[in-house]
């Protein structure tokens, strides 16, 4: 079946509203069964791994977005640049975007392959991982890094199909790649006593099951996203304006991930208990942070074809829907998540109360102001929206990164503040700062591009 972009949601015209809705759900569900692969994985090696399979595996999640967020940045601007083409109707823009960004997913996942292979055990090493996980840990990211290719080219060809207005079908074979992942967890780790390796080549597999489902869709559209792999090439213009666009956001993500890689290494310092629980509760929190982190997708892509089409005066409109939703979305969620946080932290760490226990007070300081972190999600994807993305870059630097940092080699060495809540509490103090500050920002930026519009 063929994709027309007349069948393709129009983000330009008439009310914004439902169609914020029904673009950011299927958004929303892929995010989490994207996470349900590491939940997934969490649970089967809980259940049935080693004592440490937990710690193992959350030990590398952080070291992992460290390692895969510069690249992933990429896709964002391969997104964006699909979405200004169309919104501006220069099909021979999005044409050649498309084929210069599939390529590049390539040789990304490529260099990742490498430097996830090789480099594993040094990061690990780096962050102080307790002698008792750490080579599960390795096995893990190696296995994992293999089929980091399949995941590049499902993040570009996923923001290529969003940009065109589709989220549903990155939905379905996330879906189908979800099932085939669930599958090969219980056969390798339960009847071939795979045990962490069985869990990452799982992962791998489904990676690369919906990463040739995606690439089957973009073969099979008649519009101008439609791939042909004789026409894919680097074009000059085009891989410009996606690290332009990309590489920012990149950076962003890398010194998002920097600072949690630190956080993460105090965390280490409690011991193995505290790891178990923490990586438990940052599993449960990643759900609420999907939805969320939807609306900042969403809010891309509706200001990048507005921007396009020069419809300044819908600009602000999406702003405030998208805000109004992040903030209802986030609040609703996470206080629900910390009010069944005991029992949804036994179905990763059964028979644990100890581990549980850290876990809850974690979900107490992140999971329930999480909602600030999506409000500042939407803020910076509204700017990359309008063709800012080092400025947004520059202020979550500052905002984010820096004042974490400070804050652990300050706050968090005096002594009666050497406590996880005073290291969580970190986070939703950064989150505000950020937000507050781009949002601001945004605001003087609208006004100064209808002034423009109207002198014109």
Known sequence: MKHNLSDEMDMTEGPLLKKIILYTLPIILT????????????????????????????????????????????????????????????????????????????????????????GSRFFLELMGTPDDVINLSATYMKIYFIGITSSMVYNFGSAI?????????????????????????????????????????ATTVSQTVSAVLILR???????????????????????????????????????????????????????????????????????????????????INFTARNYGAGKI???????????????????????????????????????????ISYGLIRMTYICIPYFLCGLMDVTTGLLRGINYSVLPMIISVVGVCVFRIVWIYTIFRIPEYHTLQSLYISYTISWSITFLTELIIYIVLLKKFRKKVQTV
């Open 31 to 118: 995010g989490v069964l994207q996470l349900l692969f590491n939940a997934a994985d969490l649970v089967v090696v809980g259940r049935f791994g080693s004592d440490t399979s937990v710690a193992s595996v959350g030990a590398t999640s952080s070291i992992i977005n460290l390692i895969t967020n510069l690249f992933i940045g990429l896709s964002v601007g391969a997104g964006v640049a699909v979405a200004h083409g169309l919104g501006a109707g220069k099909s021979d823009e999005v044409h050649k975007t498309v084929h210069t960004a599939i390529p590049t997913a390539l040789v990304s996942g490529v260099i990742l392959t490498v430097i996830g292979i090789f």
């Open 161 to 201: 199909l969003r940009a065109g207005g589709d989220t549903k079908s990155p939905l379905i074979y996330l879906t189908i790649a979800g099932i085939v992942n669930v599958i090969l967890n219980l056969i390798f780790v339960i009847i071939l006593k795979m045990d962490v390796a069985g869990v990452a080549a």
């Open 217 to 299: 869709a973009l073969m099979k559209r008649d519009d101008a996203c439609r791939l042909t792999f004789s026409k894919m090439r680097f074009h000059r213009r085009q891989i410009i304006r996606i690290i332009q666009i990309g590489i920012p956001a990149g950076i962003q993500g890398s010194l998002f991930s920097i600072s949690n890689v630190i956080i993460q290494s105090s965390i280490n310092s409690f011991g193995s208990v505290v790891m178990s629980g923490n990586a438990a509760a940052g599993n449960i929190e990643g759900f609420v942070y999907m939805s969320m982190n939807s609306f900042s997708q969403t809010a």
């Open 313 to 355: 005066d819908r600009l602000c409109k999406i702003m405030w829907l998208c805000l109004s939703s992040v903030f209802v979305t986030g609040l609703t969620l996470g206080f629900t998540a910390r009010f069944f946080g005991e029992n949804l932290l036994s179905i990763y760490i059964p028979d644990k109360p100890e581990d």
